[in-house]
């Protein structure tokens, strides 16, 4: 996918890698994840897209790496 279609009114199914909040020195991997890219400044994640599931936000100074990108929506995705 061509990152300059990455923007905050879409959701994204994605592996993201973020700084520990508890410990910086420290890597937490979060695979399959739906994202948004907002709001500014901030990565907006969660684990399911249903009325009840927890909702993170790490600010993007934070986020390590954001791979395996996907738009829900999409023909094979399910968020």
Same mark, same amino acid.
Do not use: C, K
């Given at each position: 996918?061509d990152?300059?279609?990455?923007n &905050?009114?879409h /959701?994204? +199914? #994605? @592996?993201?890698?973020? +700084? &520990?909040? #508890?410990d910086?020195?420290r +890597?937490l991997? %979060?695979? @399959?994840r739906?994202v948004r890219?907002?709001? =500014?400044?901030? /990565?907006?994640a969660?684990? =399911? #897209?249903?009325e &009840?599931a927890e909702? *993170? %936000?790490?600010?993007t100074? @934070?986020?390590l790496a954001?791979t &395996? /990108? @996907? *738009?829900?929506? #999409?023909?094979?995705?399910?968020?």
């Amino acid at each position: 996918m061509d990152i300059t279609t990455v923007n &905050d009114r879409h /959701l994204y +199914q #994605a @592996r993201v890698v973020v +700084q &520990d909040p #508890a410990d910086p020195s420290r +890597q937490l991997e %979060l695979v @399959r994840r739906i994202v948004r890219f907002g709001p =500014a400044g901030w /990565l907006t994640a969660m684990a =399911a #897209a249903t009325e &009840d599931a927890e909702i *993170e %936000l790490y600010p993007t100074g @934070r986020v390590l790496a954001v791979t &395996d /990108l @996907r *738009e829900v929506g #999409a023909p094979g995705i399910h968020g």
